[in-house]
């Protein structure tokens, strides 16, 4: 008995020092769904991103026929109501920053000559880099290079940023420079001194500014044609952000 205890005792040590003495295998981790062991997606989920990259592309396609559209009814709006306007005074709201002399050749386009610091009213900046403005005592407007004219406001009440990243803090009365508009109602502005001199850093503080914080000199052509430009950014977002999903 003593015997037979013992060599079983024997097996059982040598099987227990076996088992210990082996390291156990890592569990084997499965690949996300669609991946492939290797780290490349599978047929199946390539196909999928393929098609959602054609819808956009199809979206992206669709927005810009639709800008391109608009923005000619926004100029011809802008034209035919800047044309009724003649008569009026021009409503200055904007500066030359840097002197322009149009090319020869201009395409049919009607371009203004522009003078450093001259006062003028700009009626509409569009998508293309243009502003269409019209000068004191001029009967027709015209456009100018946007990087040219500088649109600027006052400040009709103070506005404070509460903290919040992006806005910007400016008192009553201070004059800024619109960059640009938002189509849900806000301006991207920055504190105006004057143009630039050439070879000086622009540190000029800037902020969002809610729009109904800025007085209004935009004449009725520029008015009529705001729901039309508010699409207009609306549209350019989506093709800017169809862009980047294609690229992904």
Known sequence: WMGLFGSKAKRNSKNVSSVE???????????????AED???????SEIICQIVQRVSGIRVKAEETRSQLQQQVVELDQN?????????VRENGVVVAS??????????LLLEAMEGESLEVIVRDAGGWAYCRKQGSLQPG????SRVAEIAMVIADHESSG??????????VVVEVVSRHYSGWAFCREWAGPSLPGCSDVRTEGWVTDAYLEDKRSGATLASKWH???????????SSSKELEVV
């Open 164 to 173: 919040h990243e992006g806005m910007l803090s400016v008192k009553k009365g």
């Open 81 to 89: 109501t800047a044309s009724s306007e003649k008569d009026e005074n």
């Open 143 to 146: 456009w100018l290079p946007a």
């Open 100 to 109: 322009y002399q149009p090319p020869e050749d201009t395409s049919g386009m």
């Open 21 to 35: 003495g082996t390291s156990p295998e890592p569990m084997r981790e499965e690949p996300p769904q669609g991946v």
């Open 229 to 239: 430009r508010l699409v207009l950014q609306a549209l350019d977002q989506v093709v």
């Open 39 to 45: 780290g490349k997606l599978g047929a199946g989920s």
